[in-house]
DNA sequence: CCTTGACCTTCCCCTAACTGGAACCCCCAT
DNA sequence: ATGGGGGTTCCAGTTAGGGGAAGGTCAAGG
């Protein structure tokens, strides 16, 4: 396969896929005139690469889990443990989003909104008041 | 003031303060020794920067909200909907993160993680089976 | 007067994970 | 032979700074 096919069957444009060549996820063959030359088993890991990345493991982390998927004499713990690792830096991003969600969301509901240029957002990034009243 | 005590009384690294003069984001005065001479007003600027760089605004909404700030014939509209376009984006992320908390803590569930090769959340990435049970 | 240490300056490279574009090559159909 | 749609490499840019080198400045102490 030539690389369009596989970034169509693997979801990964083209540019990702010689990418990961670069660094080292992968190591397609070449044809004769230069070409990438894809293997099914090369398609395979693309796909895994292109799944792992959309659950949001790191570039370091999916080859991590690249080596742990080809090893037959890995030990599941070691799978387990970075996924729960990567699942608590997670957590805290979406608690850190909340926080900011939270803090933003009231803001909004103190802004009037019009033509006026009284605004509560201002004047709480510029730490003059707080949100429920005038300066 | 110089850099040293705009950094602490900022809370900002001192590298932050120099890349936002870089930026454009502050002017402060020059020192006759060359260094850097900040006024409250900056001090001001750079305590807002913070604030809003800590609720998740990039340079370039911190740029706008800093320009809405100093204009004085602002519409307060304009301040909300830029904070609200801001609130839409951390929604989605945090969406997104949570589809993936939710996937990854149903693999990690899965995974006894023990010593044994066996592994659905590898079987899960290379797209072999679901999680409850073997290929 | 000299030195020492803390502070300041600019400059350049580095990060993550690609994306866009330029310049060029290859293959097939017309 | 020529046009279009592949492919190749390499370079630069993205965010928001961080790290560190090489060097200027200032105040205190010996």
Redesign the interface.
């Known amino acids: 396969m030539n690389i369009g096919d596989v970034a169509e069957r693997s979801g990964l444009p083209a540019k990702t896929i010689r990418y990961y060549e670069d660094i080292g996820l992968i190591r397609p063959h070449r044809s004769a005139n230069g070409y990438r030359c894809f293997a099914e088993t090369d398609l ?1 890991k693309l ?2 690469l292109a ?2 990345r959309a ?2 493991f790191t570039i370091e982390d999916c080859r991590t ?1 690249l080596g ?2 080809e ?7 070691d ?3 970075l ?2 690792e ?2 608590s830096i ?2 805290t ?2 608690t850190d ?2 926080a ?2 939270d ?3 009231e ?2 509901q103190c ?9 509560p ?2 004047r ?4 003059e008041s707080d949100c429920t009243q005038g300066a």
Do not use: W
């Open positions: 395979h796909a895994f799944r792992a659950l949001g889990l742990l998927y090893d037959e004499t890995r030990a599941s713990a799978v387990k443990q996924v729960q990567h699942l997670i957590e991003k979406i989003l909340q900011m969600r803090t933003l969301t803001l909004v802004c009037a909104g019009d033509n006026r240029p009284d605004c957002i201002l709480d990034l510029a730490g």
